[in-house]
């Protein structure tokens, strides 16, 4: 990247800040992208390569400054006590042996990832006491989500009693199959309305209702990936916590598989670069997350993403054939 003068990126910044703004307006608020996230993605990234040369330039109204979803003003709000962060992106294999380069160094050996498929889907926190479902939640800003516990109880494979009198919270991700998204625009297309633009954004949309029986009507699912509280558990690893958020009850995605370091993450990048279109859920990419929970706890989060984690993105859909492309070098 040439020097750039403090003028220069100035000018960059204040071209690039509102129209990163207008379009997340419209992503969170309109349920309607401007833009693939790809391109969002990219704009984003390249405003934080700016702000990094000159932090002086960062503005409170940056995208920057901003974490998840603008919530919605008539939704009831709700405060996560463990914010709910996003994960950083990469976008290519040399980033991805970046990430573990980094993990390595700072564990000091090589470590297990779980390898999760990233379900293009919304952030949803559940809440039990004594095994009963209190709270549904969004992730709004990560600090402060939205209210949608009586929406949450209409989607099927929420479970609202657990076997098992637990207190504790859960997350996941909420989203519409192809299936359910194709019949719901249907309908919305016979009856005049505006369609959705993807199951993403129908997701959200349906989700983030203020009539329960709006969102009954509309066929959600979730898999649900994190066990927030897990210490009375005795749960050592991601993966362990998969198998427990399964015999709990909840709907977990069954693609998950342990890899030692990177080995095993191209077959397994590339084996669901093939299946991508023909599962019946969104995926926008691979979640690469270290599988020992203790060593998640030592790695912590910066402000805005675990450092134990990270999430590959997918070529967007079109350029569906560039995910066989890549020249690994693994
Ligand atoms: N879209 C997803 O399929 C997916 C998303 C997340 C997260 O957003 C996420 C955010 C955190 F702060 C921590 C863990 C996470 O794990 C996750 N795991 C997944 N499988």
């Known amino acids: 990247m040439a020097d750039l003068t403090k003028e220069q990126v100035s000018q960059e910044l204040e071209k690039i800040r ?26 984003y990234n390249r405003l ?53 380069d980094r993990i390595e160094k700072n564990v ?27 709270q549904g939640s969004t992730r709004g800003n990560g600090t ?19 076997s098992r009198p637990l207190s504790f919270e859960v997350r996941g991700e909420c989203f519409m199959s192809k299936k359910e998204f194709l019949r719901l625009n249907q309908a919305r297309e016979k009856d005049g309305h505006q369609v959705f633009a993807n199951p993403r954004n129908a997701a959200a949309g349906s989700l983030r209702q203020l009539d329960p029986k709006i969102t009954a009507s509309r066929k959600l699912a979730t898999f649900m ?11 050592p690893t991601q993966h362990d916590a998969l198998e427990t958020l399964k015999e709990l009850g909840f709907n977990v995605n069954p693609t998950a598989k342990v890899t030692t370091g990177l ?22 990419g691979v979640v690469l997350k270290v599988n020992d929970l203790g060593l998640q706890r030592d790695l912590g989060n910066t402000v805005k993403v675990p450092r134990w984690e990270i999430a590959y993105k997918f070529p967007p859909e079109q350029a569906q054939s560039k995910v066989l492309d890549i020249t690994w070098t693994i």
Request: proline residues 5%; charged residues 30%.
């Open 18 to 43: 509102p129209q990163l703004n207008k379009w997340r307006e419209d992503y969170y608020t309109k349920d309607a992208p401007a833009v693939e996230d790809n391109v969002y993605d990219k704009l």
């Open 48 to 100: 934080l390569e700016l702000e990094q040369m000159y932090p002086e330039l960062v503005t409170p109204d940056s995208p920057s400054q901003q974490v998840g979803d603008v919530t919605l003003p008539d939704f009831n709000k709700v405060t996560h006590d463990i914010p709910m962060l996003s994960m950083g992106d990469v976008f290519s294999e040399a980033e991805l042996a970046e990430f573990n």
């Open 108 to 134: 000091g050996h090589e470590v297990d990832y779980n390898v999760e498929l990233k379900i293009d889907g919304l952030s949803l926190s559940l809440i039990y006491e004594n095994g009963i479902l209190v």
């Open 144 to 162: 402060i989500g939205e209210n949608v516990t009586e929406n949450v109880k209409t989607i099927a494979d929420v479970p609202q009693k657990l």
């Open 225 to 235: 990936y994190t066990i927030v509280t897990f210490d009375d558990l005795n749960v």
């Open 263 to 284: 080995k095993g993450v191209k077959d397994y990048i590339e084996h669901f670069g093939e299946l991508r279109d023909s599962l019946d859920y969104g995926i926008d």
